[in-house]
């Protein structure tokens, strides 16, 4: 197993500029969400899903998007990238919590972003 | 909605003494916290967790403790060692019987071990 997977590891965005980063997890994982960490600031919740074709916002939602249109795959959008969301971003996924103690979240190695 | 604090922010230790991080939560639905280790340019990972339903678990070198009524729960590292040193995450799951796995971390702990 791969586990979870971002892509890419790196980006430099100009202000305005549009962007998805991907995450995908072949662990048959309900549950997958983003979160951005910052120096100081620890890990916030972007976005979360609990399945394929539901979403909800987290913590910090404003100037993300996200879909997920399959189980195994939850992009984020930055539809016009702005030098406040420079930071480090993960992708998190685990099994539902209906499930017998589950609760683990499995990161992704982690994305990059800065904006300019 | 849950609201997690986190202290210190850096805490720094002999080799082989005890550290000790506490986190506060707001959320009284809360009833999962666990802790993740993030090594420097790593990805975090889940070291310990603990439900609401038990007031201490330990594994090894590592003890969490939970006090529901003060919303406090702790990590407790004995005999610390160089690979130690890394950021602790504490974080906290409210539960209103939905399917979220939704954690609201803490600000984090800088943990230096001094060899």
Redesign the interface.
């Known amino acids: 197993n791969a586990g979870v997977t971002q892509t890419p590891k790196f980006q430099v965005l100009k202000t305005g500029q549009s962007m998805t980063l991907q995450c995908a997890q072949d662990m048959n994982h309900e549950y997958m969400s983003w979160y951005r960490q910052d120096p100081g600031m620890g890990l916030r919740l972007i976005h979360y899903s609990v399945g394929a074709g539901i979403t909800d916002q987290g913590e910090v939602p404003n100037g993300y998007n996200v879909s997920r249109s399959t189980t195994e795959d939850f992009p984020l959008r930055l539809l016009s990238a702005a030098p406040s969301q420079t930071s480090v971003y993960f992708c998190a996924s685990s099994y539902s919590i209906f499930r017998p103690n589950t609760g683990e979240l499995f990161f992704g190695e982690g994305s990059r972003l800065t904006v300019l | ?1 849950e609201n997690v604090e ?1 202290h210190p ?1 850096t805490l720094s230790v002999q080799e082989g003494d005890s550290a000790v991080i506490k986190c506060t939560y707001s959320d009284s639905a809360s009833n ?1 916290f ?1 802790w ?1 280790k993030q090594e420097l340019g ?5 070291i310990i ?1 603990i439900r609401s339903n038990v007031g201490e678990k330990k594994d090894q070198r590592i003890a969490v403790t939970l006090n529901k009524t003060a919303k406090h729960f702790s990590l407790h590292i004995t005999e610390t060692q160089p690979e130690d040193s890394a950021v602790y ?1 504490c ?1 906290a ?1 409210a ?1 209103y019987g ?11 702990t800088l943990l230096a071990v001094q060899p």
Not at chain 2, 42 to 46: G, I, N, S, V
Not at chain 2, 98 to 108: M, P, R, V
Request: glycine share 14%; charged share 20%; net charge positive.
């Open positions: 909605g986190q922010s999962y666990p993740y790593k990805r975090p990972q889940l967790d995450f974080a799951r539960d939905g399917a979220t796995n939704k954690l609201i971390f803490g600000t984090g």
